[in-house]
C-alpha cells in the first residue's frame, strides 16, 4: 500500500473564485416569518457571508490544518486522506476516529492532542493512543469511486485495510459519530478479529432498524426524558430523503453555490448541536467557515452525500454474519442528551458487548467539537481496561 505525506495548499485562483461567488450572491426573497422558523435566518446568513468575505483567513486555517501530520493512502484504489498522530506514552493504543457529514476531520482538532499526548493536557500518560483520523471517501480530500457506491460497510473494510496493511496495526480501536458511526458499529461487527473495542457517540446497531424499539424499554427515567425530547419537527430527517433518492440533483445548486452550500449545512449545525439556538455558542464563525470552505474549495459536496444511497441509509444496515451479539467487540455507547436519536441501553446490551454506557450532561450530534473533554475522558475510561 502507498502512503505518501500531504499538505494542504489551495490553489489561489480558487480562493480568488470563491471571493468573487461570495461578492455575487443572488439572495433569496426573505419574509415575515420568525428567524429560523423555515430554516436558514437570512439576517444571520448575511453577517456570516460579510465575515467570510472580510475577515476569514483561509491561509490560517490552512496552517492550522497542516499543523497535523497528514497523509494520503492508495487503499484498494481510492485516495484516502488521514491525520496521523502517534501517541506520547508507554504503550499508545491505536485509535481510529471517524467523522460524519456535515463535518470532516477537522471536527477531531479538538481531541487530538489529548488523546495522543494526554501527559500534556493533565492526564496520564498510560492513556496515550496513536491517533488516526481518516476523511471518509469522497470527503474533502478523499476520493470516492467512480460509481460512488462507498458505503459504510465498504468504508470499514478500507479502514481495517488501512490500519492493519498501511500503518501495521494488527488490532486497533475505533470512535465515530453520525456516518463515523455507521463505520465504527460496522467494524464492531464485520471486523471484531481486529478490533480493540469500539465507541459510539451515536447509537447504531447493525440489522436493527432506527426506532425499533418500545419507549417502555427505556431503562430510566432520564433516558426516556431525552428520547421524548427529541423533535419531531424535521430536526433530522429534512435532508435525509434527498441525499438517498437524489444526491445527483442537489449537487447540481451546491457546487454552483458557496452561499447555497454554506447554508445547508449551517441549518444541521445549528438545529443538530446543544447551542439552545445559538450556534456560535458551539462553533465560531472561524470553525463553521472553515467546515463549509473545506468542502467547497475541493469541490467534495457531491461526492460526500453520495454515501447515504450507497449505504442505503434509510434501511437497517446489513449484517455481514448472523453471529449474536452483532457488534462483538467490546463496546462503549456515550449518550449525548441533543444527539439527534436515543435508543435503550437494554438494546444496545442485547445487540453489543457493551462494556460501558455512559449519559452525557450536556451535548448534541457534533460530540467531538462541542464537547472534546467530555468525550476524551469516556474515550480514555472505555479503553483502560481494554489495552493490551
Known amino acids: 500500500m502507498r502512503i505518501t505525506p500531504f499538505t494542504v495548499s489551495i490553489p489561489q485562483a480558487r480562493l480568488d473564485d470563491l471571493q468573487a ?47 497535523f501530520p497528514q497523509f494520503i493512502a492508495e487503499v484498494d484504489g481510492v485516495p484516502i486522506h488521514f491525520i496521523h498522530v502517534r501517541g506520547k506514552g508507554p504503550n499508545p493504543t491505536p485509535l481510529v476516529l471517524t467523522h460524519g457529514w456535515p463535518w470532516t476531520f477537522m471536527d477531531f482538532a479538538h481531541v487530538i492532542g489529548p488523546l495522543s499526548d494526554p501527559a500534556a493536557h493533565g492526564g496520564d500518560p498510560a492513556d496515550s493512543f496513536d491517533v488516526i483520523v481518516p476523511s471518509l471517501p469522497g470527503f474533502v480530500f478523499s476520493g470516492q469511486s467512480a460509481a460512488g457506491d462507498i458505503g459504510y460497510g465498504e468504508t470499514a473494510r478500507l ?66 426524558a431525552m428520547f421524548d425530547a427529541q423533535d419531531g419537527e424535521g430536526r433530522h430527517y429534512t ?43 458551539r ?4 470553525d463553521l467557515i ?6 467547497w474549495l475541493t469541490e467534495s459536496f457531491g461526492s460526500a ?9 434509510h434501511l437497517p444496515m446489513p449484517l455481514a454474519h ?27 446490551a442485547r445487540h453489543s458487548d457493551l462494556r460501558q454506557w455512559s449519559v452525557m450532561p450536556r451535548g448534541g450530534h457534533f460530540a467531538a467539537a462541542e464537547e472534546p473533554e ?15
Open 290 to 295: 472553515t467546515s463549509f470552505a473545506l468542502y
Open 305 to 313: 452525500i453520495m454515501a447515504y444511497a450507497a449505504s442505503r441509509y
Open 21 to 67: 461567488r461570495l461578492a455575487n450572491t443572488r439572495w433569496p426573497p426573505e419574509f415575515a416569518v420568525p428567524e429560523w422558523s423555515r430554516g436558514v435566518s437570512g439576517r444571520y446568513m448575511r453577517e456570516l457571508v460579510t465575515y467570510w468575505r472580510e475577515s476569514y483567513d483561509w491561509r490560517a486555517a490552512e496552517a492550522r490544518i497542516n499543523a
Open 374 to 388: 467530555l468525550l476524551v475522558e469516556d474515550l480514555r475510561a472505555f479503553f483502560r481496561p481494554l489495552r493490551a
Open 159 to 224: 479502514w481495517t485495510r488501512l490500519m492493519r496493511d498501511g500503518l501495521g496495526y494488527q488490532r486497533f480501536g475505533a470512535h465515530g459519530g453520525d456516518a463515523g458511526a455507521f463505520v465504527t458499529a460496522q467494524l464492531g461487527h464485520a471486523h471484531a478479529e481486529a478490533m480493540t473495542g469500539v465507541h459510539l457517540a451515536f447509537p447504531i446497531l447493525p440489522g436493527v432498524a432506527h426506532g425499533a424499539f418500545d419507549p417502555a424499554e427505556f431503562d430510566t427515567p432520564e433516558e426516556r
Open 239 to 281: 435532508h435525509l430523503m434527498v441525499h438517498v433518492l437524489e444526491p445527483q440533483t442537489l449537487a447540481f445548486a451546491m457546487h454552483d453555490s458557496p452561499v447555497g452550500q454554506a447554508a445547508w449545512m449551517l441549518h444541521r449545525r445549528r438545529a443538530w448541536s446543544d447551542c439552545a439556538g445559538d450556534v456560535e455558542s
Open 322 to 348: 448472523d453471529r449474536q451479539p452483532a457488534i462483538e467487540a467490546p463496546t462503549g455507547v456515550a449518550v449525548f442528551p441533543r444527539e439527534l436519536g436515543h435508543i435503550p441501553r437494554s438494546l444496545a
Open 283 to 286: 462553533f465560531s464563525k472561524d
